[in-house]
Nanobody, 127 residues
């Protein structure tokens, strides 16, 4: 099992940047593919970005491509989400999630594929 704790959220103005972090503890972090999801009020939780076990492969939802970057540091058991040029529509609770992955290059954006979730961190972007 793995435990996940997100940090780095906050209240910011449109156009600025934030970096979210997700610290993992427990089982070997490098055994897990990771993802960031978000949930806005009244909406379903959606995938934002995903990264493979080795950090080589990534995928993003279209609305954040070119603005957000997911990365991981397996030595620090941490996954990051760099968010640039934030927009009011990015306002949501952001969650990191982990799934055991046999393939070192696999990524997955499906919520049901992830076994472990953090508690979430709020990101609010004002216009």
């Amino acid at each position: 099992q793995v435990q996940l704790v997100e940090s780095g959220g906050g209240l910011v103005q449109a156009g600025v940047s934030l970096r979210l972090s997700c610290a993992a503890s427990g089982d070997s972090f490098s055994s897990y593919a990771m993802g960031w999801f978000r949930q806005a009020p009244g909406k379903e939780r959606e995938s934002v970005a995903a990264i493979s076990r080795n950090g080589v492969n990534t995928r993003y939802v279209d609305s954040v491509k070119g603005r957000f970057t997911i990365s991981r540091d397996n030595a620090k058991n941490t996954v990051y989400l760099q968010m640039n040029n934030l927009k009011p529509e990015d306002t949501a609770v952001y969650y990191c999630a982990a799934r055991p992955a046999l393939g070192t290059f696999s990524t997955d954006s499906r919520r049901e594929s992830y076994n472990y979730w953090g508690q979430g961190t709020q990101v609010t972007v004002s216009s």
